[in-house]
């Protein structure tokens, strides 16, 4: 079956390292998303991309990157670690924008 | 910008009654879409009903169904016959369709829902 898995499941790191999350479709989804939740803030959009070499800043981008080098993966990278990302990261997939997203597992980050 | 508001940040229900689930949505893209998403204590988010701003009829998906009122901007969640398995928070979220692509989910902040026997 098709799925959507993200890796690690629980990440504790320190402030200023630098933190790279996967995400892995097997839907073959060109539209991929990530976001962060956190309490009182439901969640928010971090970047999504609409297909390979395609990333887009979402409401919440400062301090995160992405990069897309073909259709299954959208890896997440936090450049340097602060304890304002510690958070739930989720990503999700697409096959059109009228349809719904797919969401992983989720990620804990805890910045220390 | 596009903007969710869910009113009721949580909210008792008893087995076996209705529930409805407020949401409120603003924005002037006249082509949009509205999402019901379910998340329990576990964590997964779990897609539940779908409709969209052009869409006549209100959408149904077995004991979900959403009650859309373009003109009051209003998508609320009915879901009918409660059961201790609902129990979970509750998220509406919005995408915009004026794109050429999809840009993502704009969600609101959430109803905690809790089903009691």
């Known amino acids: 079956d098709a799925e959507i898995t993200q890796s690690p499941r629980h990440k504790i790191t320190e402030t200023g390292r630098q933190v790279t999350l996967a995400c892995h479709q097997t839907?073959?989804?060109?539209?991929m998303f990530w976001y962060r939740q956190d309490l009182g803030h439901g969640l928010r959009l971090i970047h999504y991309?609409?297909?390979?070499?395609?990333?887009n800043k979402g409401e919440v981008s400062d301090g995160y990157s992405v990069s897309r080098s073909n259709t299954e993966d959208l890896p997440l990278t936090l450049e340097s670690a602060a304890s304002s990302q510690t958070s739930v990261y989720f990503c999700?997939?697409?096959?059109?924008?009228?349809?719904?997203?797919?969401f992983g597992p989720g990620t804990r980050l805890t910045v220390t | 910008a596009q903007k969710i508001t869910q009113t009721q940040p949580g909210m008792f229900v008893q087995e076996k009654e209705a529930v409805t689930l407020d949401c409120t949505y603003d924005?002037?893209?006249?082509?949009?879409?509205l999402f019901w998403y379910k998340q329990p204590s576990s964590g997964e988010m779990i897609f539940l009903i779908y409709?969209?701003?052009?869409?006549?009829q209100n959408a149904t998906e077995g004991r979900y169904s959403l009650n859309f009122q373009k003109a009051r901007k209003s998508a609320n969640l009915v879901i009918s016959a409660s059961q201790l398995g609902d129990s979970a928070m509750y998220f509406c979220?919005?995408?915009?369709?004026?794109?050429?692509?999809?840009?993502?989910?704009?969600f609101g902040k959430g109803t905690h829902l809790i089903i009691q026997p």
């Open positions: 979220a919005m995408s915009l369709f004026s794109g050429g692509g999809a840009d993502g989910l704009t």
């Open positions: 839907w073959n989804h060109n539209n």
């Open positions: 991309s609409y297909g390979v070499q395609d990333t």
């Open positions: 924005t002037s893209d006249p082509s949009y879409g």
């Open positions: 409709q969209g701003s052009y869409d006549q």
């Open positions: 999700a997939s697409s096959e059109r924008r009228d349809y719904e997203q797919y």
